[in-house]
């Protein structure tokens, strides 16, 4: 039952200290080197969580952030240097108190909630009646975590939302007798803006308590916002530890070495004002299913239109729609391509190699008479590999990339294929900045080559990019974009306004 | 909107999870309705007794199978396993009690082996369980090369028990259901079974060791399994190791039918023990009605792939 009691009374009271420099470090890890066969994940990372303090850490895909996160969290042993809990050498149960919250979730779908709290929380739970406390504990953690939440702890993880499936996922991290460090990786990838507030505002909470949060984001903003210091990490080491006060989101960027692509208004998009005038390459006339109401929208040939909004307002059910069209309804005028954004339920095959996973959906046209054409297909594979930069190549196992890498495989893989119309379910979601800008690139170029693209993000910014941005609330479209209106504090605007929605 | 729908989906989602065994509760019920318009005496608790006493050891190796199911496996030993389980008893169990009881164990503990090599070898359990069953099969014919022998009494005795006022093959299915949904959804054990077929990755990183799950899985199959042999020996009074051959691929349909799948994480006891019955009191329907025994076993096939139909739909209605 002790599960409930909020974590680290007992540790290093912060009351005295004058500042985060003072603090005692929780966690620090000194030289540490770790090597997977040949990349070099972690070139030798000095890195100190203070307690009571939020750490951010930024990096693009394959800077070794995730690496770090197990080896911080005593997941993995790294290859040179040290990881000290509390000043003192690790042992395996130091690290019980270092808990980490997973981005792709930690949580076993075909158990409920409360089942996955025994998994990771057993020692914290009576033998007995075990399932009742669990139960307790983790309802009364969301409570204090997600003001309605809405989850159960006898439901079934896989009936979840991705948003929840996220929220049992830290509730699960937090849920210990005693926290010193909590890392959470892209808490907020899947959460929606409230939930993400309330998340700080618990993270602050834990902080004042002397735990320490490790906090890794793509969201500089966000990261900017809630934590005391900001680590850079590139190519397998810190190069850069600042306070966060008074940085700004473009100092990070540059620390990260990334050259900020600006989308340059008018210039990469093709006239806007051509929309109307061109050829219909789908349509919705007032469709209408769950989640949908009375969606009436066009796209055209060569257009990227943008679905934006808050998250789960029917943005996805459009997607659904145009992708099995239903006659009454819809119609889509050419061959389509869909790019899921969850890769690992949807997206991957695990088992083929990259070049199998790039070319799956194209194969049907390269073939001749239902017989594979294994040279012209290795031509498009190495194509696309060079195009995008895939790391690894053609042949490497496709679960042995990182996500970024995974993801350009994905939408290497629709826009390989023919299809004149290109569905994108939100697949930017955790993809670092490089990568990100290569593919906004791609998709304007497949775009000015004539290919419509129907493009849902949870991120308003990558809506800069589009032609037209549909904007929904509760099912319904309540504003349309073109051209320079479209801006990321417009769609905010446009998607919190109460009126525009609800009945 | 979003808000009210919240609270009703988890409902609609445990419907859907029993939707199958729901299924082939209807197709159970309307083969019992088929069987009694035939024979009104099927009803009474002496026709159950017959009709269901056929589908007890059937019942009691798909709980095996799905325990195996469960964590991701199959067992494609099962069916000679318990013909095994038949032969020890119709000779050592007889022959020397304390041998035959140390060798009973001892098939346990093989299974639990078994459970080790699969999971610390990476061998595909499909492969693992098909190649035991050749081993299986082997002992028997070496203990019993001709069907034959006979059962010890208290077996015998167990298998000619007839109380008043219910029948009796239902209580070793509903107690063996039982044991099986406390140990498989109610149990901690349960628990690290189930996260090792759902997701082996999160059960590690919570420091929980998947070799541990599977050992726990397979010994509880192996001491299934031979319950199942026991309670088939005490019904066809002898040992024979080819005749329980056919429960291999029927405890796999029974645990389908019963709403599990292949891919694991899912335990279904009760669904389990629904399925068993159906597929054992279809061929009670096929003899009474006159099917020639040359066509059963195709009937029996495409009833089963009704019935999994059924339960397609049900699961498209239900999405």
């Not at chain 1, 046209?365 to 790391?391: N, Q, S």
């Not at chain 2, 909107?1 to 989906?9: E, H, I, V, W, Y």
């Amino acid at each position: 039952m002790h599960v409930d009691n909020l974590p680290a009374g007992g540790t290093a009271p912060p009351e005295t200290d004058t500042g985060p420099a003072a603090r005692p470090p929780v966690v620090t890890a000194r030289g540490v080197t770790k090597a997977y066969g040949r990349t070099r994940a972690l070139t030798g990372v000095d890195l100190e969580v203070r307690a009571g303090e939020v750490l951010g850490l930024v990096g693009h895909n394959g800077a070794g952030k995730s690496t770090l996160m197990r080896v911080l969290a005593g997941m993995e042993a790294c290859d040179t240097g040290t990881v000290l809990v509390h000043g003192r050498k690790a042992s395996a149960d130091d690290f019980r108190s270092v808990r980490m919250a997973y981005q792709e979730t930690s949580l076993c779908p075909d158990l409920t909630v409360a089942e996955n709290m025994w998994v990771s929380s057993r020692h914290c739970l009576p033998r007995l009646r075990w399932r009742r406390a669990a139960s307790d504990a983790v309802r009364r953690r969301l409570d204090e975590m997600f003001p309605g939440h809405g989850v159960s702890p006898r439901d079934r993880v896989e009936d979840l939302s991705l948003a929840r499936r996220q929220m049992v996922e830290i509730a699960r991290a937090c849920l210990v007798d005693r926290l010193d460090l909590l890392i959470l990786d892209e808490p907020t990838e899947s959460l929606g803006p409230d939930a993400a507030r309330s998340l700080y505002a618990y993270v602050r909470g834990l902080t004042e308590t002397g735990t320490a949060v490790l906090l890794i984001s793509h969201r500089i903003r966000e990261v900017l916002s809630v934590a005391d210091r900001v680590a850079v990490l590139r190519d397998g080491a810190v190069t850069a530890e600042r306070p966060a006060a008074g940085l700004g989101e473009p100092d990070v960027l540059e620390l990260m070495g990334a050259h900020v692509a600006v989308p340059d208004g008018t210039g990469t998009r093709t006239a806007a004002g051509g929309a109307a005038a061109r050829e219909t390459a789908a349509e919705l006339r007032g469709a209408t299913a769950p989640g949908l109401r009375e969606v009436t929208l066009r796209v055209g040939k060569g257009e990227v239109v943008g679905l934006a909004g808050l998250a789960g307002q029917g943005q996805q059910e459009v997607l659904e729609r145009l992708w099995r069209p239903v006659r009454r309804d819809t119609a889509v005028n050419v061959t389509r391509a869909y790019v899921p954004g969850d890769r690992q339920r949807s997206g991957v095959l695990p088992l083929w190699s990259v070049g199998d996973n790039l070319i799956v959906t194209a194969l049907r046209g390269i073939a001749r008479k239902g017989l594979r054409r294994p040279a012209e297909e290795r031509a498009v594979v190495g194509d696309w590999v060079k195009r995008l930069a895939i790391r690894g190549g053609a042949e490497a196992g496709i679960t042995e990339l990182s996500g970024g890498n995974q993801q350009k495989v994905i939408v290497a893989r629709a826009f390989a294929s023919p299809a004149g119309l290109v569905l994108l379910d939100d697949p930017f979601r955790g993809v670092d900045v490089h990568t990100k800008t290569d593919l906004y690139r791609l998709i304007r170029e497949e775009a000015a080559k004539g290919r419509s693209i129907v493009w849902y993000s949870s991120e308003n910014a990558e809506m800069a990019h589009c032609d037209r941005v549909y904007v929904f609330r509760a099912g319904r479209i309540v504003a349309e974009l073109t051209g320079e209106e479209i801006s990321e504090e417009r769609i905010i605007a446009v998607s919190f306004n109460e009126d525009g929605g609800n009945d | 909107m979003a808000q009210l729908l919240a609270p009703a989906l988890p409902d609609r989602a445990r419907m859907r999870r029993s939707a199958p065994a729901a299924v082939s509760a209807v197709a159970l019920i309307a083969m019992l309705c088929v069987c009694s318009s035939l024979q009104p005496g099927v009803l009474t608790v002496e026709g159950l007794t017959l009709v269901l006493s056929a589908t007890v050891p059937l019942v009691i190796a798909a709980q095996a199978q799905m325990t195996l199911m469960a964590v991701g496996d199959i067992d494609l030993g099962i069916g000679n396993f318990v013909g095994l389980v038949t032969v020890v008893s119709a000779t050592l169990l007889v022959s020397s009690p304390l041998v035959g009881v140390l060798v009973l164990l001892g098939l346990v503990a093989a299974y639990a082996v078994l459970g080790l090599l699969i999971h610390l070898r990476e061998v595909p359990a499909l492969i693992a369980t098909l190649g035991a069953s050749f081993v299986w099969l082997g002992l028997g014919l070496f203990l019993l090369p001709t069907p034959g022998g006979t059962t010890p009494g208290w077996l015998a005795s167990f298998g000619a028990w007839q109380p008043a006022g219910f029948p009796a093959p239902l209580l070793p299915i509903l107690v063996v259901a039982l044991v099986v949904y406390l140990l498989s959804a109610r149990s901690a054990a349960g628990v690290r079974m189930r996260g090792l077929g759902s997701n082996p990755v999160a059960l590690r990183r919570a420091g929980l060791r998947p070799l541990t799950s599977r050992v726990i899985a397979y010994a509880t199959a192996g001491a299934l399994g031979v319950l199942s042999g026991l309670v088939l020996a005490s019904q066809t009074g002898g040992g024979d190791v080819s005749s329980a051959s056919s429960y291999t691929l029927m405890t796999v349909a029974a645990v389908i039918l019963g709403g599990g799948s292949f891919s694991g994480g899912n335990a279904v006891p009760w669904g389990a023990a629904i399925g068993g019955v159906t597929l054992g009191l279809v061929s009670v329907v096929l003899s009474l009605l006159d099917v020639r025994s040359d066509m059963q076993s195709a009937v029996q096939g495409v009833i089963v792939l009704a019935v999994l139909a059924g339960r397609v739909v049900v699961g498209k209605v239900l999405r």
